[in-house]
């Protein structure tokens, strides 16, 4: 984890010893399940080995499915919102993976306004899509990444857990959660 990303989390005062090493999380695909119910965003480590299922709020993951398949380019259902932080002074930064209520994501969302970081607390289900389109960095614990995949195969036990994985290449693949 970097010294600017420890800044960043101890800003909101988050204890950074207690989440361990934060692991950068790349945007690798989208996965629906054959029940149609909600759509899983997949986030990979730079390897590709360790890979973190983030569920979407509906809605949200239409525009996450666009922006990774390249059918809209990825500012444009955030354009107005990009023009108002930038006129602002406001860049986002990171978006860290934090915590779970439930079996709901939170994260911490930094940014930069005149050179203070600041930031705020979110549910991850309903900002994904705006910190692919600001091109912010994606962080999570390990730990955190195993928290996800037990309450994931617990969500709903209606939905088949073989999805067919949808990379931003497109290329079918079978993937378990």
Known sequence: ?????????????????????????????????????RSVLLLEDRKGKKVLPVWLAVGEDAIVRDQISG?????????????????????IKNCIFTDLTGNRQNVYLSFVRNGVVEGMQMRADEVMSFCIAHGARFWCSLSFIKQCREINSGIDESVPLAYERRTITERPQKYLI
Do not use: P, Y
């Not at 984890?1 to 800003?11: F, H, V």
């Not at 059918?71 to 860049?91: D, M, R």
């Open 1 to 37: 984890m970097s010294e600017e990303t420890k800044r960043d989390l101890a800003g909101n005062g988050t204890n950074v010893e207690t989440m361990g090493d934060l692991i950068e999380m790349f945007v690798s695909g989208i996965v629906m399940a054959q029940s149609q119910v």
């Open 71 to 91: 059918k809209i380019e990825a500012s444009i259902s955030h354009k107005a919102g990009q023009k108002i932080l930038g006129l602002c002074g406001v860049q």
